[in-house]
Structure formats: structure tokens, C-alpha cells
């Protein structure tokens, strides 16, 4: 099993749209839960972080964790085309504090 | 500021040169990674410094070597260039708050892309 796990997609929804992307993972005491966006041919960019159970909200980015399912999920309201690009999740493993990704899941917002 | 700065953007090698793929970052930054990203397998950290002076292995090490030259700089060197090689290849730093390692936003630089024939 990976140790962290997202569906590669591609995930397409419609704009106006509320994409929802998920993630899961391995490790039980991690701790810190990030998710960065990456458009193609560019480097990852943080967009959100999330440390505590329950939702955190960022303008249309909405981060949600529940550490018993061990599940981390993107919401992104009112998407947009810009927002067409792969999402990592990243997770804080139990090895020395290190970031380990996911392997990342492709948006393509349709106008 | 620049943020992350990387050097080469792009760099094709044949099989068993050597080559030297160079980091800095000028926000005064404590942490240091070196990452490869390859199709379908995500971030894959290869090296990192968690300050100046140290250096510790991540989740593929094998094949290649680092060097934190000061606080600015950590660069990634390749010994014997392999076609498992290529990639792209990024670095990215941290600002590593007191007992709290690795909670920092990781700031990423543009990336190299590697080629080896």
C-alpha cells in the first residue's frame, strides 16, 4: 500500500462547478496535511495546509481532514478553468518530518 | 527576492557522464530538498538538508550525491549518469520552525529537466 494515495484522474467537472478531490493515507500519527497545485510543466505551489480535524477554508479552496478515516480531501467552489492542473496531496510521515506525495490528480475544468 | 533558483533548466547526458545540477534559495531558509518527479509517481525526495551541514537520504538516494555548500546552496550531483535518471528534478527550502520540522511550507524551484540517453 502507498503511503499516500490519490486517484490520477482525470478529473473533469464543468465551470461553476464544485471539483473534489480526495486523498488517503497510511501512516496514523501524521500529523500535517498539505495539498499543492501544479500546473503543467511548472513547479508545485502550496495552496493549502491543514493540521486539525474538521474543514479549513480558504476563498474557493476548502481543505477537509478526518484523521480517523485517514482521509484528506480539496474542495474548490466555483471552479474555474484556470484551476485545470494536477493537485498533490502531501503528508508529513513519521520518518524525520519529511513530505511524502501523492502521485496526484489531474483537474480539467471545462468552460 | 528569487525565491528558488535552479541550474540547468534542461541538460541531456549520455549514459556514465557526471553532472552537478545546482540549488539556491535567498530566503534565508534552514531546510533544503532535492526532489525527482517522473510520470504517475508523484515527488519522490532523494536527498535533504534540514540545516546547514547536514544532509540525510530520503526515498531514492541511490546513485546520487549532495552538498550543502552554505546556507544558500545545496546542490545534486550525478556520478554516472543512468536512463533511470531522467527526470525532473526539483529543489525546494523551508523555513524549519523550532520543534516543528517540516510543517513549513516547502517553496519549489522551477525544476531541471534531465535527460539521459
Known amino acids: 500500500q502507498k503511503e499516500v494515495e490519490q486517484n490520477s484522474g482525470p478529473l473533469s467537472v464543468p465551470e461553476g462547478a464544485i471539483a473534489s478531490l480526495n486523498c488517503t493515507y497510511s501512516?496514523?500519527?501524521?500529523?500535517?496535511f498539505f495539498w499543492y497545485r501544479q500546473y503543467s510543466g511548472k513547479s508545485p505551489e502550496l495552496i493549502m495546509s491543514?493540521?486539525?480535524?474538521g474543514d479549513k477554508e480558504d476563498g474557493r479552496f476548502t481543505a477537509q481532514l478526518n484523521k480517523a478515516s485517514q482521509y484528506v480531501s480539496l474542495l474548490i467552489r466555483d471552479s474555474q478553468p484556470s484551476d485545470s492542473a494536477t493537485y498533490l496531496c502531501?503528508?508529513?510521515?513519521?520518518?524525520?518530518?519529511?513530505?511524502?506525495f501523492g502521485q496526484g490528480t489531474e483537474l480539467s475544468v471545462k468552460p | 527576492n528569487a525565491g528558488v533558483t535552479q541550474t540547468p533548466k534542461f541538460q541531456v547526458l549520455k549514459t556514465g557522464q557526471s553532472m552537478t545540477l545546482q540549488c539556491a534559495q535567498d530566503?534565508?531558509?534552514?531546510?533544503m530538498y532535492w526532489y525527482r518527479q517522473d510520470p504517475g509517481m508523484g515527488l519522490r525526495l532523494i536527498y535533504y538538508?534540514?540545516?546547514?551541514?547536514?544532509?540525510d537520504k530520503g526515498e531514492v538516494p541511490n546513485g546520487y550525491n549532495v552538498s550543502r555548500l552554505n546556507k544558500r546552496e545545496f546542490s545534486l550531483r550525478l556520478e554516472s549518469a543512468a536512463p533511470s535518471q531522467t527526470s525532473v528534478y526539483f529543489c525546494?527550502?523551508?523555513?524549519?520552525?523550532?520543534?516543528?520540522?517540516?510543517?513549513?511550507?516547502?517553496?519549489f524551484g522551477p525544476g531541471t529537466r534531465l535527460t539521459v540517453l
Open positions: 491543514i493540521y486539525s480535524n
Open positions: 525546494a527550502s523551508s523555513e524549519v520552525r523550532s520543534g516543528r520540522f517540516g510543517t513549513d511550507t516547502q517553496y
Open positions: 538538508s534540514a540545516s546547514e551541514g547536514t544532509t
Open positions: 502531501a503528508v508529513i510521515g513519521n520518518q524525520g518530518g519529511k513530505l511524502i
Open positions: 530566503m534565508n531558509h534552514n531546510s
Open positions: 501512516d496514523r500519527v501524521s500529523q500535517s
